[in-house]
């Protein structure tokens, strides 16, 4: 993998034991000045960042294999995506495009038409996060059809406003003591392939039937997807399950909607993770790494379903900010001009050959994932979830400065997502420091 140039010197360095006196300080300040919900995962607080590396207040460089939960794609302080900021925000900051429209919004709607599955008439909404985005797809969806209901799956996550956390399939934290859910959201199991051992053919037939016997479809506006679950587990479902849900959904009038806000974007190693089984979504939502981490997210489908609601009935002030769009363009361009597509599979390949130290090892269930997009399963012998031993390994990484995150159900899953532009070496460093933590858990 050629090495890309970055700003910051690419190595994993610790000057002191994180957290050091200065991020001690500046959590102190956190802990008495921010609501206690707010917890970050890291004890030490980032003053820099670029390439794979982020450093922090107390000089400290940690290898990111997190990318701020897969947003930083093109890496965090880009330097096109930086200039196109500085250049956007010399001009004006903020207009509201429903106000005083301008040209970067129309731009990275075309942008999205063009490069999201499919070769049909598209049209795009831009907002700003990826919990939004769903929130909209769902409007458009039941706007569309004149129907309410829409389905969801096991694990699935797609985000905490009052919708998405009906959606999010998690009770604690993100649902427990929030008050009444909102209606019309109904949870079929998907395809998990290490743990129900179904093939895509039977996986599919097993949701289909779900939702036939408990929602029906006179009544079913979508089916709501990730490609390949972010949260959940880093979950990829068996071959041919998501094409048969399509079908189904076609043969339904039931519109079909892939939650891309984590996969997509290069991610997984193609523009969406999508187009690895040649899935024509009717709507894709994206975020994350559509703006180099600028808060910007998409609804884009079919022009049909997307013009269905009226003039002025969808929107927002801060929907498609101008500084968002310009660096969304530049992020694109740089997905582009660095090839991070071929990159990611190049990543998955470095990843999967450093973890095949683990190969044998007794907890590790599975290591799965496409491009970029990689997650090691922990199982104990009795095949229970082993969510202590993920938390310990996760916490001896961050120590030895290596940033991982966990996720699935039963937090037993790490998860890597780093900063495509990451460096070979860099990345190889960060996955020895994985493999050793794993080892000595
Ligand atoms: N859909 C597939 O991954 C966000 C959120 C972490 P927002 N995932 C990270 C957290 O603790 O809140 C996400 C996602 C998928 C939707 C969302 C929601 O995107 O930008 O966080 O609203």
Not at 187 to 198: E, I
Request: net charge negative; with cysteine.
């Amino acid at each position: 993998m050629q090495n890309i140039d970055a700003r910051l010197p690419q190595r994993r360095s610790l000057q002191s034991p994180a957290p050091g006196p200065a991020s001690q300080a500046l959590d102190a300040r956190r802990a008495d000045n921010c609501a206690r919900a707010l917890q970050p995962g890291l004890p030490a607080y980032i003053v820099d960042g670029g390439g794979g590396i982020l450093v922090d207040a107390d000089g400290n460089s940690f290898i990111d294999f997190a990318s701020g939960i897969g947003v930083t794609t093109v890496g965090s302080s880009n330097a096109a995506v930086t200039e196109a900021i500085i250049e956007a925000a010399q001009r004006f900051t903020h207009t509201c495009f429903l106000n005083a429209p301008y040209e970067g919004f129309v731009a990275v709607s075309e942008k999205l038409n063009q490069i999201t599955p499919g070769d049909h008439a598209k049209k795009t909404a831009l907002f700003s996060t990826g919990a939004e985005a769903i929130e909209n797809a769902v409007k458009i969806a039941r706007n569309f059809t004149g129907r309410n209901r829409v389905v969801v799956f096991d694990a699935a996550f797609h985000g905490r406003t009052n919708l998405t956390m009906a959606m999010t399939s998690k009770n604690k934290p993100y649902k427990a003591g929030f008050g009444t859910l909102a209606s019309d959201i109904y949870r079929v199991p998907g395809s998990y392939p290490l743990r129900d051992g179904l093939s895509g053919e039977d996986a599919a037939r097993r949701t289909i039937r779900t939702i036939e016997q408990q929602v029906g479809t006179e009544d079913l506006a979508c089916v709501v997807i990730e490609p390949v679950q972010g949260e959940g587990g880093f979950v990829v479902p068996a071959p041919g399950f998501l094409p048969a849900l399509q079908r189904w959904c076609r043969d339904n009038d039931v519109l079909f909607v892939t939650d891309e806000i984590q996969a997509g974007i290069a991610r997984t190693g193609q523009w969406f993770a999508s187009c690895d089984e040649d899935l024509t979504p009717d709507l894709i939502t994206t975020a994350k790494g559509l703006a180099g981490g600028m808060p910007l997210s998409a609804v884009t489908g079919r022009a049909d379903v997307m013009d269905a609601p009226g003039p002025g009935s969808l929107g927002g002030t801060y929907a498609g900010n101008p500084l968002a769009c310009a660096a969304s363009l530049a992020a694109l361009e740089e997905i582009d001009r660095l090839n991070l597509t071929s990159r990611a599979r190049e990543i998955e390949t470095i990843i999967r050959e450093e973890l095949s130290a683990l190969d044998g090892h007794p907890t590790v269930a599975e290591v799965r994932g496409r491009g970029a997009m990689i997650g090691i399963e922990f199982l104990n012998s009795d095949g229970e979830p082993c969510a202590e031993l993920t938390s310990r390994i996760a916490g001896a990484c961050k120590k030895a400065g290596v940033i991982v995150l966990t996720c699935g159900s039963d937090g037993n899953v790490i998860r890597l997502l780093p900063p495509l532009v990451i460096n070979e070496d860099v990345l190889r460093d960060g996955l020895s420091v994985l493999v050793d933590a794993i080892q000595t858990a």
